[in-house]
């Protein structure tokens, strides 16, 4: 295969087919349903689809098909089939749905109006994960533009993953004859620890989203007259958040989310923080004068990766500033996002959060953990010598770089449960979101160049699983 080729190829279609359409995907708002509960109604969702298929029947690859499955009651999905000269499927994964607005974005930026900026391009989606359908797909073509093999190639992209894809289970079954057996995974909705080389993500770590409420009161009242005679609901709710955390050091208290770190993980996190450096925590928006967990660049990897986190990520009961009378408010509900390590049970952790919360409460407040949504995280099996070989020679050829290996702080459920079902299954996790990229938050941003490097670097790995 001809290299310099492969990336002639892959750079013309970003330039001029897929930055373009990813332009206008990018101004579409179809926020995943957990974030948009009438997005039937909207059209929004819809409105994505219809762009992305466009593109897709397009640009197809040599007897391509293509379906949008769309099961009563769910969010759609695209099956995209393409042949190969085997039997043997590899999976490629990726998704449409988007994160809700957000606040903060600098002047002259906004989540639903692209603006192209040197080699980013800014607005929400077109990172995570709006590239991953044209991607994938011109990583196959760029295989036949010369003629080179690949085996039967299946493409998922879904639209309910940034709402946990409580959807594609039911898509996984019924579209499992279909699918095949699988024996490899590329899925393109991950990170990447800088824009200089090809980055793989070995772990993922798993979410536990649930609501604390303290009620200690039937209605409000003036601060001047209970306050003394009664616990206020964020009082109470401080001594609760200390039962399971240190908020000196963010270090979880609960036994079930502690769990051990694998040793080759361990010494990824080594040559991560080795590689990186500073960049670790260099790549937050930080405030002047703001300083990161720690200055160990290693500490700091374990920390987003293997090691379990509270975020507290929304408030009820607190009025805004500007409605805040002296008055102590009947009840406070904060919405708590814990990040549990690969290999932690989500179920038990669960089950411990909530009895830790709500066992003998404070002062006799009423206390109630809710959790919403619980679901598990990653590891992924050994790399095999060929794919490691691979991935090497891609990232050399089209980054002028060795590839790396990352566990990521975020989850994409999508794994665990293909874990679970191809368990003799390599994988191929990787993604562009690199520093500062800001996914789900303000300022995010799609970096084209490696856009373009990494689809020639999946066409690479496309052929070397055909030829293994």
Sequence with gaps: MDLARLQRFADQVWMGSILPTITEYVRIPNKSPNFDPDWEKHGYMDQAVALAEKWCRAHAPK????????????????????????ADTVLLYGHLDKQPEFTGWEPGLSPW?????????????????????????????ALQEQGVPHARCVLIIECCEESGSYDLPFYIEHLAPRIGAV????????????????????????????????????????????????????????????????????????????????????????????????????????????????????ALVLNGTWKPTLTVTGAEGLPALGQAGNVMHPYTT?????????????????????RAFEHDAPFGAQVEFAPGSSMGGWNAPRVAGWLDASMQRASQAHFGKPAMYMGTGGSIPFMGMLGERFPEAQFLVTGLLGPKSNAHGPNEFLHVPTGRKLTACVAQVLADHRAR
Aim: with cysteine; hydrophobic share 40%.
């Design 113 to 141: 109006e692209p603006v192209l900026r040197g080699d980013k391009l800014y607005g929400r989606g077109g990172a995570d994960d709006g590239y991953a359908i044209f991607s994938s797909l011109t990583a196959i073509s």
């Design 183 to 298: 024996s490899l995974v590329v899925c393109l909705d991950a990170e990447c620890g800088n824009y200089d080389q090809l980055w793989a993500t070995t772990s993922l770590r798993g979410n536990l989203v649930g609501n604390l409420t303290v009620r200690i009161m039937s209605e409000g009242v003036h601060s001047g007259m209970a306050s003394g005679l009664a616990m206020s609901s964020f009082d109470v709710m401080r001594q609760l958040l200390d039962r399971v955390e240190d908020s000196a050091t963010g270090k979880l208290l609960v036994a079930a989310l502690n769990t051990a770190i694998p040793p080759d993980r361990d010494a990824q996190a080594r040559e991560t923080a080795r590689v990186l450096g500073e960049e670790v925590w260099r790549k937050l928006p930080f405030v002047d004068g703001m300083q990161p967990m720690s200055k160990d660049p290693y």
């Design 63 to 86: 007897g391509m098909t293509l379906e949008v499955v769309r099961l009563p009651g769910r969010t759609p999905l695209f099956f995209i089939e393409v042949p190969g000269d085997t």
């Design 334 to 354: 904060l919405k708590l996002s814990f990040r549990l390590p690969p290999n932690c049970d989500p179920a038990t952790a669960a089950a411990e959060v909530k």
